[in-house]
């Protein structure tokens, strides 16, 4: 219907759970969190080449080297948002605190540019990922040829 919906999120804490995985064990988190899904691709941070690759081995549905622009991806989102075709389901709880968080960096707008403050940020990063990526095709497979 041209909209966007959040229903679902995949968060892993690793200061909370006190440890790290490993990108076998999120591969396989990944896995399991799109099992019975309609999925037609997965768009990871292009720098996480390590995690691309287990993916890969592991057959994870369609990889996607995702666009990570960050102030256009910014703008797609807040089109999206303000445009009422984007979505958030009360269930992602990580991604709507993650978004009300979101700040301006103050020092750089003193300066006349545009900068975010990078913390505690994955869940909108994610969300920016998939939607800049998807709305402007600038995608490339990494799925083998």
């Known amino acids: 219907d041209g909209k966007y919906y959040a229903v679902k999120e995949y968060v892993w804490d690793s200061v909370k759970r006190g440890r790290q995985k490993t990108d076998a064990e999120y591969s396989k988190d990944m896995a399991e969190f799109v099992k019975g899904m309609s999925v037609k691709g997965i768009y990871v941070d292009p720098s996480a080449s390590s995690l691309i690759l287990q993916m890969r081995r592991d057959k994870v549905l369609n990889v996607l080297k995702a666009s990570n622009d960050v102030i256009p991806g910014i703008q797609t989102v807040s089109t999206l948002f303000q445009s009422e075709k984007l979505f958030i389901s009360d269930k992602c709880t990580n991604l709507r605190r993650s978004l009300s968080n979101y700040m301006w960096d103050p020092k750089a707008a003193e300066r006349g540019v545009d900068q975010v403050i ?13 939607l800049h990526s998807t709305r402007t095709k600038k995608i490339t497979s990494m799925r083998r040829q």
């Open 118 to 130: 990078k913390e505690n940020d994955h869940e909108s990063d994610a969300l920016r990922y998939v």
